[in-house]
């Protein structure tokens, strides 16, 4: 498994749609309707989310197409560590993504702007929350990628939920779903009305065991030809 890391390690970090999103997503305007660079910052990732669902149909679709992961398995890796392999470097490049510019953000709010992290419950719980929704996000375009094993079908479908969940979060139901829906809890924290109530751990850790256990139990049954 440590030889699979390594390839698909350099093959995300030589890949130009990762580079590419990451510098789109840090160059674009911050403002939002919160006063701290940082959290404006965040109030706009849900937004962006379309961009990890190019990235990750990009980084699992072409391998699939391809048959990067059929010639893993020829190579007599298993089909588990194949999948976590894929898994955990695809989540590793969507976290950078969505993360690394809220760290510069931050740098700059607190140097260049005399900001501070917003002290919601601390500063380290506020950050490990906002990391476990973030991996929670990321979560449901890898699991269609594995599923529809097709870049165009994922994009499709990913897409099409992704407008769904925008809709259901400025829809009548909002207050209920906001809370619900990972998109919805970065909201939240952007708007610091965090507490273990509004952004239950519990239910984003049921969402990947869900996602995580379906997307596993496709790729190992499927017929990859």
């Known amino acids: 498994m440590a030889n699979l890391?390594?390839?698909e390690w350099y093959k995300l970090w030589h890949s130009w749609y990762f580079w590419g999103i990451g510098i789109f997503i840090?160059?674009?305007?911050?403002?939002?309707?919160?006063?701290?660079?940082?959290?404006?910052?965040?109030y706009n990732t849900p937004l962006?989310?379309?961009?990890?669902?190019?990235?990750?149909?990009?980084?699992?679709?072409?391998?699939?197409?391809?048959?990067?992961?059929?010639?893993?398995?020829?190579?007599g890796h298993k089909r588990g560590y194949v999948f976590w392999t894929k898994v955990m470097v695809s989540q590793i490049g969507c976290i950078l993504i969505l993360t690394v510019p809220l760290l510069i953000h931050e740098i700059i709010g607190?140097?260049?702007?005399?900001?501070?992290?917003?002290?919601?419950?601390?500063?380290?719980?506020?950050?490990?929350?906002?990391?476990f929704?973030?991996?929670?996000?990321?979560?449901?375009?890898?699991?269609?990628?594995?599923?529809?094993r097709d870049m165009g079908k994922t994009l499709a479908v990913s897409m099409v939920l992704f407008f769904l969940m925008i809709f259901l979060m400025n829809g009548q139901h909002a207050e209920s779903l906001i809370r619900i829906l990972p998109m919805g809890q970065l909201r939240l924290i952007a708007l610091q009305k965090f507490d273990r109530t509004t952004v239950p751990l519990s239910l984003d850790f049921l969402w990947?065991?869900?996602?995580?256990?379906?997307a596993g139990r496709s790729f190992l049954h499927a017929d990859l030809k």
């Open 110 to 131: 607190r140097f260049g702007m005399k900001e501070r992290f917003p002290e919601i419950s601390g500063t380290f719980t506020v950050a490990f929350q906002i990391l």
């Open 208 to 214: 990947m065991f869900i996602l995580y256990y379906s």
């Open 5 to 7: 890391l390594r390839t």
């Open 133 to 148: 929704v973030v991996i929670t996000m990321c979560a449901l375009p890898v699991v269609l990628a594995f599923v529809f």
């Open 26 to 42: 840090l160059l674009l305007d911050s403002k939002g309707k919160t006063s701290n660079l940082v959290m404006a910052s965040l």
């Open 48 to 75: 962006l989310y379309f961009l990890i669902i190019v990235f990750i149909a990009l980084f699992i679709g072409n391998d699939l197409g391809g048959r990067t992961l059929n010639a893993y398995l020829t190579a």
